[in-house]
């Protein structure tokens, strides 16, 4: 019996995910583990907040836990199908499984076509979930701050962008979860970063929101020349050439640099101005059909971007219409 498709490919997914600091893990892991040891059978307040995009039935709360271990394994299995965008509720059921410990009860066929029981929890959302670790410890948490001990509606939870919550998990109390969930509520993932260490510090809620939301100071040292790298374009040597600098804040200027980076790891090329073009041809190549001037817009910007592509990956592209007998595809 072979491993399934789709198991290993969650397990190598996630094996293959750069290693992570790990903060704070024993604390979280300790915080879950050391309950009362008393069987939990969740509400399914969370499968409120799916619904709206994911068809998730709640689990009937009357069945046994015995009864409900495949139910909650299933509907972890197709949470994960979702892409990890609900971490709520996968950490509702998976702090019923961890509590419980269903995944004890659980197997599965290992890369030597043997089917056995899970080593351990790690071993178990690995290769079932492909999730590592610290992941699954992380969304557990998430669910018993926000569910279990603020008690938090659902409306309420409704608003709240789970990533950034995480941020704050150890700093959110029953006092302050409004002020918190207001002030968050306004950042970006960027920026709740800041905001909590900055509460770390401060442990004022208003003083560490008005510390990161502050107009940052631009400053001559913050000016960017765009033609970087190899100082050179790859356009036609005799073709003029115009410098184009920029001035912007550190978190604009860090994001202006992370998406050359991933342009230049497509390209190959070390040159700035060469990788901002093939982005910016990307840019155009969505956007040109709302610019205005109608089509004759939007074929200048498709002429912009061939030449563009033709340029940044030294290839040469030709256009052919297509057959025009009636079995052509569209």
Not at 129 to 138: A, I, N, V
Request: one cysteine or more; charged letters at 30%.
């Amino acid at each position: 019996m072979a491993v399934t498709a789709k198991a290993k490919a969650k397990k190598e997914k996630a094996e293959e995910v750069e290693n992570e600091e790990v903060e704070n893990d024993a604390d979280v892991d300790v915080e879950v583990a050391d309950e009362e040891q008393e069987p939990v059978i969740s509400s399914g307040i969370t499968t409120e907040l799916a619904s709206d995009t994911f068809s998730f039935a709640p689990i009937d709360t009357e069945l046994t836990p015995e009864e409900r271990a495949p139910l909650v394994r299933d509907m972890l299995q197709k949470s994960q199908d979702a892409e990890g965008i609900i971490e709520i509720m996968q950490g509702e059921l998976l702090y019923e499984a961890h509590k419980n410990e269903y995944w004890k009860e659980y197997t599965f066929v290992d890369d030597t076509g043997t089917e056995r029981a899970f080593a351990d929890w790690d071993e178990y959302v690995l290769t079932d979930l492909g999730l590592k670790r610290r992941t699954s410890y992380k969304r557990m948490e998430l669910f018993d701050v926000f569910v279990n001990q603020l008690e938090l509606d659902v409306d309420t939870l409704k608003g709240i962008k789970w990533s950034k919550a995480g941020l704050v998990t150890k700093l959110v109390t029953p006092e302050n979860a409004e002020a918190m969930l207001e002030a968050i509520g306004a950042m970006s993932f960027r920026q709740t970063e800041q905001f909590a260490k900055q509460l770390k510090v401060s442990e004022d809620i208003d003083e560490a929101k008005a510390t990161v939301l502050a107009p940052k100071a631009i400053t001559d040292d913050s000016d960017v020349d765009i033609e970087g790298g190899d100082g050179t374009t790859s356009g036609d040597p005799g073709e003029a050439t115009k410098t184009f600098s920029v001035k912007g804040a550190a978190a604009q200027l860090e994001n202006i640099e992370a998406a050359i980076s991933v342009a230049a790891s497509i390209t190959g090329s070390d040159s700035k101005i060469n990788n901002l073009d093939v982005i910016c041809s990307e840019y155009l190549a969505t956007n040109a059909s709302n610019a205005e001037g109608g089509e004759d817009a939007h074929l200048e910007a498709v002429a912009r971007i061939i030449e563009s592509v033709q340029t940044n990956f030294g290839i040469e592209l030709s256009i052919a219409s297509m057959p025009e007998d009636d079995d052509a595809g569209a």
